[in-house]
């Protein structure tokens, strides 16, 4: 009797153990952030021996030699896991199932994930944005002119401690000029220097005498002065401004500093009544501590001051691929990208619009099925079983025949 006979349960003996281990990963990671589960899938061997054999229509060819399973993990990377909210100013879930985080181990080898539970990591001075390997996870870097880079790289939070004050350079104003009864009307704004909180500035109406409807606009500002060309407000009858609608302005400031102010009051009126201010606007603003920073809902790590403004420090980068299938995982939650995975684009491109694409302060959960695995633990032990079965019948019947023989 062949030993080929053993062949066969010891295949399936073989398969069947590593189809445990794959339904033992994916319970061990059930609750690993971004984890693609893993199945087992099985094959015939094909045997190597053909053979040639007539019917009625002629001569096939066929194998005598089949026998055994083989089997190799398939991993569900397209099948998303479920997205829940965090208190993490770093984590981020992507919304799309063919996007994937980049990351760089640092020495010029590139991943992909879906594990957005990004951390800090401080490095020779320098801080930077990690995935929980400790990658180094890859981003647009934010130009002064607010574009980003073309070209992604570490993200690395590069920020001011204090933000400066930033000067007032644009004042939109709607308020109304009383038509009797005054002669003067005041108007107060609150502008901002290259090197102040912000100053007190009137903006002063003064009637001009033998003419109608019209007024001198001048300005007093705190510790500066106000330069510009004599200004005459004419209105309408009607009380609606004739001109000028708009004008420039310079403060000259005591330090030596100066702005310079676009003023629009196309909007002011000439009406009996009170002179009450009903709109101000105005573009500058006060310095701020840094107090806060994160990742925003367009995937951008963003630092926050204490006044209310934004910088933006880079904006994450995510790939996307025509086969992404065919990614390869070095764990549950890193892949690599061979030659397979064909074209790679930017999901998130520098100068795209990415709000739809990812969810701050959130994360995607593995996607393993619990009920699905525990029913395929009860399948492949019975599979086990009935191999290790044939194996001892087949020990049982080889015995018989060296008993025979002997």
Not at 10 to 19: E, F, I, M, R, T
Not at 23 to 30: E, G, K, Q
């Given at each position: 009797?062949?030993?080929?006979?053993?062949?066969?349960?010891?295949?399936?003996?073989?398969?069947?153990?590593?189809?445990?281990?794959?339904?033992?990963?994916?319970?061990?990671?059930?609750?690993?952030v971004g984890y693609k589960s893993a199945e087992t899938m099985f094959y015939t061997l094909l045997g190597s021996q053909p053979a040639v054999k007539s019917n009625a229509s002629g001569l096939n060819s066929s194998r005598v030699d089949v026998h055994g399973v083989g089997d190799y993990t398939r991993y569900n990377i397209l099948q998303n896991g479920t997205i829940a909210s965090t208190d993490g100013k770093f984590d981020v879930a992507l919304q799309e199932n063919n996007a994937f985080f980049m990351v760089n181990d640092g020495y010029d080898n590139t991943y992909y994930t879906r594990a957005g539970d990004f951390n800090t990591l401080a490095l020779d001075g320098k801080t930077y944005l990690v995935n929980n390997n400790g990658y180094f996870v890859q981003g647009f870097k934010a130009n002064e002119d607010g574009t980003f880079a073309s070209e992604p790289s570490n993200i690395e939070f590069e920020f001011l401690e204090k933000m400066p004050s930033v000067p007032t350079s644009d004042v939109d104003i709607t308020a109304n000029v009383p038509a009797d009864g005054v002669e003067k009307s005041a108007y107060s704004l609150t502008i901002y220097g290259e090197n102040n909180d912000g100053a007190n500035m009137n903006m002063v109406f003064t009637k001009v005498p033998d003419k109608i409807n019209t007024w001198n606009v001048s300005f007093v500002v705190e510790g500066g002065e106000v330069a510009s060309e004599p200004i005459e407000a004419v209105f309408s009858d009607e009380g609606?401004?004739?001109?000028?609608?708009?004008?420039?302005?310079?403060?000259?400031?005591?330090?030596?500093?100066?702005?310079?102010?676009?003023?629009?009051?196309?909007?002011?009126?000439?009406?009996?009544?009170?002179?009450?201010?009903?709109?101000?606007?105005?573009?500058?603003?006060?310095?701020?501590?840094?107090?806060?920073?994160?990742?925003?809902?367009?995937?951008?790590?963003?630092?926050?001051?204490?006044?209310?403004?934004?910088?933006?420090?880079?904006?994450?980068?995510?790939?996307?691929?025509?086969?992404?299938?065919?990614?390869?995982?070095?764990?549950?939650?890193?892949?690599?990208?061979?030659?397979?995975?064909?074209?790679?684009?930017?999901?998130?491109?520098?100068d795209t619009d990415s709000s739809n694409i990812v969810l701050s302060q959130s994360l995607e959960s593995s996607n393993v099925d619990v009920e699905t695995e525990f029913a395929e633990m009860i399948q492949v032990q019975r599979a086990y079983s009935m191999n290790a079965n044939a194996f001892t019948v087949a020990n049982e019947m080889t015995s018989v025949v060296v008993d025979l023989k002997s």
């Open positions: 009797m062949a030993l080929s006979i053993f062949f066969p349960s010891v295949s399936g003996l073989n398969a069947q153990s590593d189809a445990l281990g794959t339904v033992s990963d994916n319970i061990a990671n059930m609750r690993t609606l401004l004739l001109s000028p609608k708009n004008f420039d302005i310079t403060v000259n400031w005591e330090d030596g500093s100066s702005n310079n102010i676009h003023m629009n009051i196309e909007n002011m009126t000439q009406y009996a009544g009170n002179d009450g201010e009903t709109y101000v606007y105005q573009d500058g603003a006060p310095s701020g501590q840094l107090t806060d920073t994160y990742i925003n809902e367009k995937g951008v790590l963003v630092s926050e001051y204490s006044n209310k403004r934004t910088v933006e420090i880079a904006k994450l980068a995510v790939v996307g691929f025509t086969a992404p299938e065919n990614l390869v995982p070095v764990s549950g939650t890193l892949f690599e990208a061979y030659s397979d995975v064909g074209e790679s684009h930017y999901v998130m491109a520098s």
